[in-house]
Nanobody, 122 residues
Framework: QVQLVESGGGLVQAGGSLRLSCAAS????????MAWYRQAPGKQRELVAA???????NYAGSVKARFTISRDNAKNTVYLQMNSLKPEDTAVYYC????????????????WGQGTQVTVSS
């Protein structure tokens, strides 16, 4: 089993910055993609950013150039640096770790954190 614990959320004014962290513990293994999702009230959960085990990244268009995802494999931690925050970034942010069976898009493992609230005031 794997546990994911997020931290770093909070209240910030528009234009400000926050850095989220997600620490993984348990049987981590290798080949995991780490991702951040967010869910605003009344909206579906959406992908914010993801980083593969090899370091390839992808971002939602709404956060590209403002957010940066990174990972420290030695610490089993993934980060999300959020700059130039906007009120529309307000949401609960969730950490996700997954791995596909080799050669497929079938998930062998899929773990979620409990979420951390990010509130951006105008």
């Amino acid at each position: 089993q794997v546990q994911l614990v997020e931290s770093g959320g909070g209240l910030v004014q528009a234009g400000g910055s926050l850095r989220l962290s997600c620490a993984a513990s348990g049987i981590i293994g290798s080949g995991n993609t780490m991702a951040w999702y967010r869910q605003a009230p009344g909206k579906q959960r959406e992908l914010v950013a993801a980083i593969s085990s090899g370091g390839s990244t992808n971002y939602a268009g709404s956060v590209k150039a403002r957010f940066t995802i990174s990972r420290d494999n030695a610490k089993n931690t993934v980060y999300l640096q959020m700059n130039s925050l906007k009120p529309e970034d307000t949401a609960v942010y969730y950490c996700n770790m997954y791995r596909y069976y080799s050669g497929t898009y079938l998930k062998e493992r899929d773990y979620w954190g409990q979420g951390t609230q990010v509130t951006v005031s105008s």
